[in-house]
């Protein structure tokens, strides 16, 4: 199975607005309600951000949010913070009841 | 606390054997659906396999199918990953992951991981 898109790389100034897109099919992102997005800093563990394609679990910043159109969805960071330099991953249930991951994106707070 | 704490990992020859480990506590670990999830040096996650919570079902992802064996003891609060014939494309910090959501892969609460090594 290959991974779903993200680009794979992002900037943005602090204080600003971005966005890291997920790209996958009717088979997995299209399908179903189950993305999620992750974070991970350098040689740390990941970190659940968002669940169900836009929930925040208790405890994120709600400067983090996700969305869903047709096969893509996406993270929005708003207000960019100097710790928000990290990588993100997408995840998505799958019509094989298994999850894909994305590729990853890394994003640099300039 | 809520916590996953991996073990078992090291250098091991191509074709050998390893078990990891993932002791969980702070939560009723035998409610919980859990996973195994790898990262290879400079590379992106890829989930390798889970189990449900009573140990009854799993699945594994393509890669590792017929090599990796999911398992857990409830009693033990412990999840298991055993790996034979071992290549050197395993080379991964293999992370454990709880399932918070009963089988739709929303992972909220993972391990540090364990760091395996496959090479000659």
């Known amino acids: 199975q290959s991974a779903l898109t993200q680009p794979a790389s992002v900037s943005g100034s602090p204080g600003q607005s971005i966005t890291i897109s997920c790209t996958g099919t009717?088979?997995?992102?299209?399908?179903?309600?189950?993305v999620s997005w992750y974070q991970q800093h350098p040689g740390k563990a990941p970190k659940l951000m968002i669940y169900?394609?836009?929930n925040r679990p208790s405890g994120v910043s709600n400067r983090f949010s996700g969305s869903k159109s047709g096969n893509t969805a996406s993270l929005t960071i708003s207000g960019l913070q100097a710790e928000d330099e990290a990588d993100y991953y997408c995840?998505?249930?799958?019509?094989?009841?298994?999850?894909?991951f994305g590729g990853g994106t890394k994003l640099t707070v300039l | 606390e809520v916590q996953l704490v991996e073990s078992g990992g090291g250098l091991v020859q191509p074709g050998g054997s390893l078990r990891l480990s993932c002791a969980a506590s702070?939560?009723?670990?035998?409610?919980?659906?859990m996973h195994w999830v790898r990262q290879a040096p400079g590379k992106g996650l890829v989930w390798v396999s889970h189990?449900?919570?009573?140990?009854?079902?799993?699945s594994y992802a393509d890669s590792v199918k017929g090599r990796f064996t999911i398992s857990r003891d409830n009693a033990k609060n412990t999840l298991y990953l055993q790996m034979n014939s071992l290549r050197a494309e395993d080379t991964a910090v293999y992370y454990c992951?709880?399932?918070?959501?009963?089988?739709?892969?929303?992972?909220?609460?993972w391990g540090k991981g364990t760091t395996v090594t496959v090479s000659s």
């Open positions: 992951a709880r399932d918070d959501s009963g089988g739709y892969y929303v992972m909220d609460v």
């Open positions: 702070g939560f009723t670990f035998s409610s919980y659906w």
């Open positions: 189990i449900n919570s009573d140990g009854s079902g799993t």
């Open positions: 009717s088979s997995d992102v299209g399908g179903y309600n189950y």
């Open positions: 169900d394609v836009s």
């Open positions: 995840s998505s249930y799958t019509s094989s009841s298994t999850p894909r």
